[in-house]
């Protein structure tokens, strides 16, 4: 069965420690990997696109790499402002995303 | 800035009475767009898959009669909840996808919408 698993549920950080969030996988024929953060009330925030084992991404604080079972969002140093959940999608075939149920993040000042 | 519109964000309706919520893709045509279905601290649950100028096919449960789904240009999609009820109170998000890769955009990337906040009273 297709499923995108997040771990974990919900992370405490206090400002600048820096950890790893986990999106473990188990699709075949995978056509994207894709990451984003939802503020509280908001709609979805794209943040990366990764397709192949191997590749990684930046974007600030923020860094997402991908094997072929699963892709983890680095987040070095963080702050405030960077509490949200964070949702791991894949997409199968032209039009099938399936989503996890997200990582929820509060940094702690 | 915002590359997928939705609107109202917030809108209250009485029980028994429809309402619609539109999605517009503001950068670029989308043949498809999609429909979810967000509950307090829960992912996000596709609803319906819309192709411009084709019937929405919906996710299994969804009761289509319920949740029209009109998809009638390239840049517009419309939710509209028919005959509401308090239990469809949630939040309904809209996404879209551009027609092809290259950038600014990464290619299979769907684009979200704020979001609508439905209350049923």
């Known amino acids: 069965e297709d499923q995108v698993t997040q771990s974990p549920e919900a992370l405490r950080l206090q400002e600048g420690e820096s950890s790893s969030l986990n999106c473990s996988y188990t699709v075949s024929g995978l056509r994207g990997l894709f990451w984003y953060r939802q503020d509280p009330g908001k709609g979805p925030e794209f943040l990366f696109t990764l397709y192949s084992a191997g590749e990684e991404k930046e974007k600030e604080r923020l860094k997402a790499t991908l094997t072929k079972k699963e892709s983890f969002l680095h987040i070095t140093a963080p702050k405030p402002e960077d509490s949200a959940t964070y949702l791991c999608?894949?997409?199968?075939?032209?039009?099938?995303?399936?989503f996890g149920t997200g990582t929820r993040l509060k940094v702690l000042a | 800035g915002a590359v997928v519109s939705q609107h109202p964000s917030r809108v209250i309706c009485k029980s028994g009475t429809s309402v619609k919520i539109e999605c517009r893709s503001l950068?670029?045509?989308?043949?498809?767009m999609f429909w979810y279905r967000q509950f307090p601290k829960q992912s996000l649950m596709l609803m319906a898959t819309s192709n411009e100028g084709s019937k929405a096919t919906y996710e299994q449960g969804v009761e289509k009669d319920k949740f029209l789904i009109n998809h009638a240009s390239l840049t517009l999609s419309t939710l509209t909840v028919t005959s509401a009820h308090p239990e469809d109170s949630s939040f309904y998000i809209c996404?879209?996808?551009?027609?092809?890769?290259?950038?600014?955009?990464?290619?299979?990337?769907?684009?979200f919408g704020e979001g609508s906040w439905l209350t049923v009273v």
């Open positions: 950068d670029f045509q989308a043949t498809t």
């Open positions: 999608a894949v997409l199968k075939g032209t039009y099938k995303y399936i």
């Open positions: 996404s879209a996808r551009p027609p092809r890769q290259g950038p600014p955009y990464s290619g299979n990337t769907i684009y």
